[in-house]
């Protein structure tokens, strides 16, 4: 079992501290050293500018609620003008947000306020978790490597320090469909917090528990497979086999049999084989090469 993770740990600083002035002479230690420690917004400004009026005190309040986990820097664009034709600033407000000595992401002009926490929210969440990033790669690779009970636990760890982190809620309802245990992932999953229960996370461990539930209920693949070839147009069985495949493990081969299926009648059964890919999509990671080659096989034929 992990030990406590520093999750709440923020800065002594005040907000005095979070968000300061600064210029050309000070912009390195500022900004690209400073971004080392924790994510560091930009924010070129004039006094004449009208949207910066608005805009800036919005970011100052979204990085004074961040409580350090994010700073900020104004730069007035006026008495700067060589460094802000370094950072080709061609109109005002433009924000910039360093982490790590680098840009990693920027916007022109006014934001609505919810977007505005949204960029902000983003940043801090690369900033120190107190572990919290390792502890999840760790438990990801206990999984992959069928430790699912060990899994399990650290994802119960990190929920224990931070209740809404989507991917330690969609890890430990994964590990207890590894486990077996699928009513308790079910309950993980219909109970989990508002602010995450559309996460993606969790909409792929729903789409494996729909799998695993499928699994438990498929026939004998040589038996289905040898029924297919005696009754080669039984939609049925070709989308029985392709989960009794995918219950085997050979989700390619599932895959295959429903694009299959799809291209011979796709609104067969209500369009169920294009449900089932979609639910072996979701399930996997969006950069598996299965789920993106899949999604374009199916795209050409339903937009063909």
Not at 31 to 44: N, T
Not at 135 to 157: I, K, N
Not at 196 to 215: H, N, S, T, W
């Amino acid at each position: 079992m992990l030990g406590n993770f520093d999750q709440t740990a923020t800065p002594t600083a005040n907000a005095a501290e979070w968000i300061k002035d600064t210029n050309e002479a000070s912009f390195m230690a500022d900004v690209v050293e400073a971004s080392q420690q924790v994510p560091v917004i930009v924010d070129f400004w004039a006094p004449w500018c009208g949207p910066c009026k608005t805009l800036g005190p919005a970011l100052e309040a979204a990085v004074t609620a961040a409580k350090g986990k994010v700073r900020m820097v104004k730069i007035n664009v006026d008495e700067n003008q060589a460094l802000a034709g370094q950072m080709r600033v061609q109109s005002i407000p433009t924000v910039y947000a360093f982490h790590e000595g680098r840009p990693v992401d920027a916007f022109q002009g006014a934001l609505a306020p919810s977007e505005i926490k949204a960029f902000v929210d983003k940043l801090a969440a690369q900033a120190d978790d107190g572990g919290l990033e390792a502890a999840l790669e760790e438990a990801d690779a206990m999984l992959a490597e069928g430790a699912a009970t060990d899994a399990a636990e650290v994802f119960a760890a990190i929920l224990g320090e931070e209740p809404e982190n989507a991917a330690a809620l969609g890890g430990l309802a994964r590990a207890h469909i590894a486990i077996g245990t699928l009513d308790q992932a079910e309950a993980l999953l219909a109970n989990a917090p508002a602010a995450i229960a559309k996460a993606p996370e969790l909409d792929a461990a729903r789409a494996q528990l729909e799998l695993a539930r499928q699994a438990s209920e498929a026939g004998p693949v040589e038996e289905l497979r040898t029924a297919l070839e005696a009754e080669p147009d039984s939609h049925q069985l070709r989308f029985d086999l392709a989960n009794a495949l995918h219950a085997s493990g050979d989700v390619e081969g599932a895959i295959d049999l429903l694009l299959d299926l799809f291209r011979r009648d796709r609104e067969w059964n209500d369009a169920a084989a294009k449900a089932q890919l979609f639910t072996i999509f979701d399930a996997l990671q969006p950069t598996d090469p299965l789920a993106q080659k899949g999604r374009r096989r199916l795209s050409s034929m339903i937009f063909a």
